[in-house]
């Protein structure tokens, strides 16, 4: 079983940037991951995604696309979000999570993904 830790977060400035990590307890080969965010009050949504393959498939939500990008360090076990330009409505806690699968999918539901990290905030304040 996976485990997977989220770090990166904090409090930064509307305009600003931060990088999220989640390191994965184990190689992340043949697994899809993704992305996903939780403000207070509302249900958890998709952010960005890669599909399985090291060199595959990625994919950003409309909210954050062209802010936000999502990279992958295979050789740490790691995958990054680099959050740009970051907005008051980026507010949330951040998860990554992890699906085990044997296609090249991009997969933007949460419903399928079976690990999931603990989550980190994100504020974004004046």
């Known amino acids: 079983q996976v485990q997977l830790v989220e770090s990166g977060g904090g409090l930064v400035q509307p305009g600003g940037s931060l990088r999220l990590s989640c390191a994965a307890s184990?190689?992340?080969?043949?697994?899809?991951i993704g992305w996903f965010r939780q403000a207070p009050g509302k249900e958890r949504e998709g952010v960005s995604y890669?599909?399985?393959?090291?060199?595959?498939?990625?994919y950003y939500e409309d909210s954050v696309k062209g802010r936000f990008t999502i990279s992958r360090d295979s050789a740490k076990n790691t995958v990054y979000l680099q959050m740009n330009n970051l907005e008051v409505e980026d507010t949330a806690i951040y998860y990554c999570?992890?699906?085990?699968?044997?296609?090249?999918?991009?997969?933007?539901?949460?419903?399928?993904?079976?690990?999931w990290g603990q989550g980190t905030q994100v504020t974004v304040s004046s």
């Open positions: 999570a992890v699906r085990q699968t044997n296609d090249d999918y991009v997969y933007r539901s949460p419903e399928v993904y079976s690990y």
């Open positions: 184990d190689s992340l080969t043949g697994y899809a």
């Open positions: 890669f599909s399985r393959s090291s060199g595959g498939k990625y």
